[in-house]
């Protein structure tokens, strides 16, 4: 049985570790537009009524980087194993609480290395959470996979296509 | 003016590893306020006065992309905006250009027919921070220039300056998509110094802001070329490229013959010192 499970807090945390490096371009930026416009313009002092824009603009930056992490669920994940695939996500239209029977769903591995993922829906450096392609394959579906995913597991279900990636992930783990 | 050359030239190759190692980014934001950060080491600020009515400047390239797609059409035929876009996503994944799903390349274009809505925040965006450049190049070295070389020879070396000041982040793949390319740095100081007379045009005209907001145009709009031409090979079909900087010739031709005539009737500040406002011409 092969389970892999995510959290909201895990999303945020490896976001930020990943953005890190990035955030000192706009950090860098702030100062040195500042420094241009003052001397520029003479401006030697921020009006008391700048700062609640200051505020405003943190807050907007923050929600840009982080809103859309908040909407996702508190845990999400999926298991495979013991004749079962469970598929409980909820979030970028990939469905929560969907059981299904093993022999019900027709089952083919893609080798990672093989592969390259498209999505619609939640990229970033760790996972992939969506409408999910997989090139040259052609192969289509909702799902998720992580960056460090060996293999992809693509699960075409009754109802709908499958395709799921985790650490440890592999043909021989739905066996076990 | 070493000072102003070694700020303005200096910190962008200082920026240089970190581009290379993070990415260029917002870094590219930085790199645009070096040149204006040398004209404050250099001890020769001024106060260019701030007027909405130049920002119509902005709108200003559009002329530009025009005239760079029909230079083009006169060679190839335009093949509509899936090969383009289907070519950038290509470039940006390092991927085949048939490998890219169909389903994104009709999400991009969706989100291009979209774009219109954000014109007003692209003009103060890309306004605002081609100020940092536009107060250095056009606000105080071309006016310096001028008064040994004139206003349309300035403008041709501030040009060629001006694009070989990219050189840190052309060569790693920016407009030419191909890092460390070298062809990218002489191919984006001709561009340079073919759009710079009418650049000066627009700041004779309509003052530093009114130059930024020019400039923030073709930074804006220049992709718009890509909708009908993929830029395969990217010197030539390219904004930046050879159709680009042709693209620019009847512009700058008008431009050299407006600003000869704006000095035979005395409407240019004749000793070309940067004046403390920039009112139209």
């Known amino acids: 049985m092969y389970e892999y499970w995510l959290s909201r807090w895990e999303i945020i945390t490896i976001d930020t570790r990943f953005y890190l490096p990035y955030l000192l371009a706009p950090l860098a930026l702030i100062p040195i537009v500042v420094y ?19 505020i405003v603009a943190f807050v907007v930056v923050l929600l840009a980087m982080y809103g859309p992490d908040l909407t996702a669920p508190e845990r999400m994940g999926f298991a495979v194993g013991g004749g079962r695939l469970v598929v409980d996500v909820g979030w970028w239209g990939v469905p929560s609480g969907k059981v299904y029977n093993l022999s019900d769903c027709g089952l083919e591995w893609i080798n990672a290395s093989t592969t390259r993922i498209w999505r619609s829906g939640r990229g970033g450096p760790y996972v992939v959470i969506g409408k999910i392609t997989l090139m040259p394959q052609v192969v289509e579906g909702y799902g998720m996979v992580t960056r460090d995913a060996e293999w992809i597991l693509v699960a075409r279900c009754p109802d709908a296509t499958y395709i799921l990636g985790g650490p440890g992930l592999s043909p021989r783990v739905v066996h076990d | 003016m070493i000072k102003f050359f070694l700020v303005a030239f200096g910190l962008p190759w200082l920026l240089f590893p970190v581009m290379y190692l993070w990415g260029v980014g917002a870094w590219a934001l930085v790199m645009m306020f070096t040149p204006a950060l040398g004209v404050i080491a250099q001890g020769e600020v001024y106060r260019p006065e701030l007027r909405l009515r130049d920002f119509a400047a902005f709108f200003y390239p559009l002329v530009w992309v025009a005239a760079s797609v029909a230079v083009t059409a006169l060679f190839v035929p335009p093949s509509g905006p899936e090969a ?40 103060l965006a890309n306004t605002f921070f081609a100020f940092g450049e536009e107060y250095g190049w056009r606000g105080y070295l071309t006016p310096k220039l001028a008064k040994r070389l004139g206003w349309v020879g300035a403008s041709l070396v501030v040009g060629a300056l001006w694009g070989l000041w990219h050189a840190p982040v052309l060569l790693l793949g920016h407009n030419f998509f191909e890092k460390f390319w070298w062809p990218s740095v002489p191919l984006f100081m001709l561009f340079c110094a073919a759009s710079s007379p009418v650049l000066t045009w627009a700041y004779l005209r309509h003052g530093v802001w009114g130059a930024a907001a020019f400039h923030g145009g073709i930074n804006a709009f220049a992709g718009a070329y890509f909708l009908l031409y993929p830029p395969e090979p990217t010197w030539l079909l390219n904004p930046a490229g050879v159709m680009g900087t042709a693209g620019w010739i009847p512009l700058t031709l008008y431009a050299i013959w407006d600003i000869r005539r704006m000095q035979n009737t005395g409407h240019i500040n004749a000793d070309a010192t940067p004046p403390t406002h920039h009112s139209s011409r």
Do not use: C, H
């Open chain 2, 84 to 123: 383009g876009i289907r070519y950038l996503l290509a470039r940006m994944v390092n991927v085949p250009a048939e490998e890219v799903p169909r389903d994104f390349v009709d999400a991009i274009i969706t989100q291009n027919l979209l774009v219109p809505l954000l014109i007003p925040f692209a003009m």
């Open chain 1, 36 to 54: 241009v416009v003052s001397r520029i313009y003479g401006i030697r002092k921020l009006p008391r009524r700048a700062f609640p824009w200051f």
